[in-house]
Nanobody, 124 residues
Framework: EVQLVESGGGLVQAGGSLRLSCAAS????????IGWFRQAPGKGREGVSC????????YYTDSVKGRFTISSDSAKNTVYLQMNSLKPEDTAVYYC?????????????????WGQGTQVTVSS
């Protein structure tokens, strides 16, 4: 079965940057959407960003638009989330997830596969 492993989280000061990576194994699907979610303590999952394999379209939630960038490296079967100008409110566990249909379904938290998450902590 597909496995997703996130890495790159850590502790960073406000205004700093991190790049998260999501490595996919045994992933051979033609059509899919893959993206990043986050969950802060006591809160539900929030869709952060998504990229679709069908047309390479991307989505960003308003709170991160202009600061975060999603990208992929097909040779490495890896998806990245470059996070710049980090704010304390970005603190959360970040995880990647896959929906085999669309970003629309993925962002509705319809996950076919998901990773274990990586902690991002932004200090003030």
């Amino acid at each position: 079965e597909v496995q997703l492993v996130e890495s790159g989280g850590g502790l960073v000061q406000a205004g700093g940057s991190l790049r998260l990576s999501c490595a996919a194994s045994r992933f051979t699907f033609d059509n899919y959407a893959i993206g990043w979610f986050r969950q802060a303590p006591g809160k539900g999952r929030e869709g952060v960003s998504c990229i679709s394999s069908s047309d390479s379209s991307t989505y960003y939630t308003d709170s991160v638009k202009g600061r975060f960038t999603i990208s992929s490296d097909s040779a490495k079967n890896t998806v990245y989330l470059q996070m710049n100008s980090l704010k304390p409110e970005d603190t959360a566990v970040y995880y990647c997830a896959v929906n085999l249909r669309s970003c629309y379904d993925l962002l509705a938290t319809m996950h076919d596969y998901w990773g274990q998450g990586t902690q991002v902590t932004v200090s003030s």
